[in-house]
């Protein structure tokens, strides 16, 4: 099946830091993938879409300077969060999709859990 | 918009059981997909079974099945022998071609199997 890894599982940063988080389809080809945002007993929550070779689509509210995102290749995406805040603290996933014939999937990749001190 | 709707904040079944969790959706599409993902509490995603709207045979993986009501709107989920495996998050997704290409989501329903 298709596997979506992410680095790393787990980041502790100081306030004002910037945190790469790395997310890699490993067995397909992803010319979409997506960053995901998820609070303590709550549903995912969007941020952007990233496309291969072009810039990330943001969802309304998410600061695009804050969260930069690039999808350099077919199989790689980075979610940066710059100076990072307390407030940042969460549970980040991403995506990415397979594409066939028949049905359009997303796989997820296991999570990263940042925490800003 | 579309939206996913989950009724079920949380439900609880004994092991070896059978458990539906619900889920409506609201769009003006014809053809879509639907998905039921599993999240347990290591948090990975994990995809449970997907629907094709333009299907009328409801999916089955396993001991998991849907029931796809298109007209009613309504995509159902419904596990069969309950394993404590089975405790986790469910969130019903929605998706269709041509549209934003977002998967939206329910706000999930907990499903804990009791030994």
């Known amino acids: 099946g298709a596997v979506v890894s992410q680095h790393p599982s787990w980041v502790i940063c100081k306030s004002g830091t910037s945190v790469k988080i790395e997310c890699r389809s490993l067995?397909?080809?992803?010319?979409?993938m997506f960053w995901y945002r998820q609070f303590p007993k709550q549903s995912l929550m969007l941020m952007a879409t990233?496309?291969?070779?072009?810039?990330?689509?943001?969802e309304q509210g998410v600061e695009k300077d804050k969260f930069l995102i690039n999808h350099a290749s077919l199989t790689l995406s980075t979610l940066t969060v710059t100076s990072a805040h307390p407030e940042d603290s969460s549970f980040y996933i991403c995506?990415?999709?397979?594409?066939?014939?028949?049905?359009?999937?997303?796989?997820f990749g296991p999570g990263t859990r940042l925490t800003v001190l | 918009a579309q939206t996913v709707t989950q009724s079920q904040p949380e439900m609880s079944v004994q092991e070896a059981e059978t458990v539906t969790l619900s889920c409506t959706y609201d769009t003006s599409e014809s053809n879509y997909y639907l998905f039921w993902y599993k999240q347990p509490p290591s948090r990975q995603m994990i995809l449970v079974i997907r629907?094709?709207?333009?299907?009328?045979q409801n999916a089955t993986e396993n001991r998991f099945s849907v029931n796809f009501q298109k007209a009613a709107k309504s995509f159902s989920l419904k596990i069969s022998d309950s394993q404590l495996g089975d405790t986790a998050m469910y969130f019903c997704a929605f998706w269709f071609q041509g549209g934003s290409e977002k998967l939206v989501f329910g706000k999930g329903t907990k499903l804990t199997v009791n030994p």
């Open positions: 629907q094709e709207a333009y299907k009328q």
């Open positions: 067995d397909f080809q992803a010319t979409t």
């Open positions: 995506s990415a999709r397979e594409l066939d014939l028949h049905t359009d999937t997303q796989y």
């Open positions: 990233s496309n291969e070779g072009s810039k990330a689509t943001y």
